[in-house]
């Protein structure tokens, strides 16, 4: 299949776009490869793009372009015939949206409506993209199931999430358009974001500096490896999303719909507190970190607990990494990229 992945160069869609590759799809990657955090990590993402191509059955295509900018995302539809197009782009973190929330609205809300409308022109057979764990906000019911309502963000990124699903189903109802939301749950591993935690803890226990440990380290997380969210990630893109024979209006699951709409969480169903991810990453590093205990942080959840079996009846998904296994493995590759 011609596949678009956008945001090739962030940490999922680098990571999903060469897992196409390497079983043979042909890959069209966007990604405006902006400064959030060092750009130097997301052109290396894209150097090995282009070298697992030279070994792929498929071809591989780099469109250096801004998904807000709606005339770039009409030249590549009109270049491309997709078979799927894959939304991993966006403006993530929380924290960051307490300070500068207009750049999620030209990332997380301009540039879906840009995708959708594309999308929607060029009669795509699906269109799968990313949404967050972070939609469930107030909820406090565990684990989080789709099938609950999700109308009370923390923040401004989470609330543009959910408007993501909500502009998807509006699609869906109107124009037919088969769309897959994937409410992802803290995925973490080699190549991963900067700004995260375990990028940050790494850094700052090889230095020999404090890390900063929120809700005094008291917080659980549903960390999910990111070799498992790709492969749910290939597999819901592969199955298109039809509508749901047995929605009932008078009683409507926020989950599904009459029209070809889905929306599924992919997570790692193991949630883990922060102290012990902490003592993960300690163990892979052979150090003790110095930890300043801190309280829990503005717009932070304080639990997150994935319910997946929508996702494991729908593709048999089953997430296979242990947290202590992911952190290896992330460990291992920071010393061989950094040389420490």
Not at 8 to 37: I, M, P, Q, W
Not at 118 to 137: D, E, I, K, Q
Not at 225 to 250: K, L
Request: with cysteine.
């Amino acid at each position: 299949m011609k596949i678009l992945v956008t945001g090739n160069a962030g940490f999922v869609g680098f990571h999903t776009a060469k897992r196409l590759l390497e079983r043979g799809d042909s890959v069209v990657g966007f990604d405006c490869v902006n400064d959030y955090y060092d750009p130097d990590i997301k052109e290396a993402r894209l150097r090995i793009l282009e070298e697992t191509a030279q070994t792929s059955q498929g071809s591989y295509t780099f469109h250096r372009a801004n998904l807000a900018d709606r005339s770039a995302v009409d030249a590549c539809f009109q270049e491309h015939n997709f078979d799927r197009v894959i939304h991993l782009a966006a403006q993530a973190g929380v924290r960051y949206s307490l300070v500068n929330p207009h750049a999620y609205v030209e990332s997380n809300l301009i540039a879906f409506t840009n995708i959708l409308e594309a999308c929607r022109h060029a009669g795509t057979p699906h269109l799968t993209y990313a949404s967050t764990s972070s939609v469930y906000g107030a909820n406090t019911k565990m684990p989080f199931s789709e099938h609950d309502g999700v109308d009370h963000p923390l923040q401004f990124y989470a609330a543009t999430k959910r408007a993501n699903e909500l502009m998807a189903h509006a699609y869906s109802h109107l124009y037919r358009l088969p769309t897959t939301g994937l409410r992802f749950f803290t995925v973490y591993g080699p190549w991963g974001r900067p700004d995260m935690a375990l990028f940050l803890f790494t850094k700052n226990i090889l230095a020999g500096e404090p890390i900063k440990v929120f809700n005094h380290g008291n917080h659980t997380r549903d960390f999910t490896y990111v070799d498992d969210i790709v492969e749910g990630v290939t597999r819901v893109s592969d199955q298109i999303a039809e509508p749901d024979p047995a929605w009932d209006p008078a009683d409507p699951d926020p989950a599904t719909s009459n029209a070809p709409f889905r929306v599924l969480n992919i997570g790692n169903n193991a949630p883990v507190t922060l102290s012990a991810y902490i003592e993960a990453i300690e163990a892979a590093l052979g150090r003790t970190a110095i930890k300043e205990l801190l309280p829990l942080q503005a717009g932070d959840v304080p639990d997150t607990y994935a319910n997946v079996s929508e996702l494991q009846k729908a593709v048999d998904y089953r997430p296979a990494t242990s947290v202590q296994d992911g952190v290896n493995a992330f460990v291992a590759w920071y010393r061989d990229y950094y040389g420490c």
